[in-house]
């Protein structure tokens, strides 16, 4: 498949394996990982291997693929016990977007563990132990 990269986007780089991931799942156009910041237990990001900085040049074709993925991955982690997900898209900086790759967040909640808004310390998290968990075949 034909790929546009960009060699100075840090989640360019995470796709070529420069950068290394935490990965739960990839395919031919898109690829989803743990984000890195331990805010949320199972913040998962999913990102089309297509560089593209935001909704302004996402192309359809885009969407459609990384939105395949991200439903896919919700209906896993639902099946590994949570209960609800929190879907964002940051585009543009005045919305914070710090990244300027596409991506979604996913971020998955439970009724022991509450979405906090905004989110105080980082959580203990093993990324390496719960990647493993929830990383789908
Ligand atoms: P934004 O603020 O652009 O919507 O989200 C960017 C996200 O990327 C943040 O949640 C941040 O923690 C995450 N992030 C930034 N650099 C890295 C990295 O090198 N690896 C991973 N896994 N996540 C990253
Ligand atoms: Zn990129």
């Not at 890195?36 to 297509?50: A, R, Y």
């Not at 996402?58 to 929190?86: D, E, P, Q, S, W």
Request: glycine fraction near 4%.
């Amino acid at each position: 498949m034909k790929t546009k990269r960009n060699p100075n986007c840090i989640f360019c780089q995470i796709i070529e394996g420069k950068i290394p991931c935490y990965k739960i799942y990839e395919d031919e156009t898109t690829l989803a990982f743990l984000d890195i910041s331990k805010d949320v237990e199972g913040h998962t990001l999913v990102i089309p291997k297509k560089h593209q900085a935001s909704m302004q040049d996402a192309t359809n074709c885009t969407l459609h693929n990384v939105f395949k993925t991200v439903n896919k991955i919700c209906k896993h982690y639902y099946a590994k016990g949570y209960t609800g997900m929190r879907i964002q898209i940051n585009s543009g900086e005045t919305v914070g977007q710090s990244v300027h790759h596409l991506h979604v967040h996913i971020l998955p909640t439970k009724a022991t563990q509450p979405l906090k808004e905004p989110a105080t310390k980082p959580l203990q998290i093993n990324l390496e132990e719960l990647a493993n968990l929830l990383r789908l075949p």
